[in-house]
């Protein structure tokens, strides 16, 4: 048994140091879920590639689940919400407000799921 078994990260993050910290995660046993865009995330498409993939994009996030969500979309929106009510922890590292604006900041998140941990980056 791995340390983190059983808990779920609900996975914000983009680009360095979000995706990272996730796969720490990842490799200690917690389930990641990866939030992206519909288009994917950015690093998906970089240099050198490994069957259409990035190798950089495949080595940050092995091992993790993903969904993709248009957060344009309030569905989406509340499919999010609905997410971090069934997990122990959310990260994120966009601009401070961008998580506020769409209602997905501590505050709200934390207001339905009281034993949630939030980190930004």
Known sequence: MRPLEGIRVLDFTRVLA???ATRMLCDLGAEVIKV???VGD???FGQ???NS???YFIQQ???KLNVSLNFDDERAIDLARRLADVSDIVIENFRPGVMARLGL???TLS???SRLIYASI
């Open 111 to 113: 207001a339905s799921n």
């Open 18 to 20: 979000g995706p990272h």
């Open 48 to 50: 050198p590639r490994l």
């Open 53 to 55: 993939l990035a190798t």
């Open 42 to 44: 950015l690093t998906r």
């Open 105 to 107: 900041d501590y505050e």
């Open 36 to 38: 992206e865009p519909p």
């Open 61 to 63: 996030n092995v091992g």
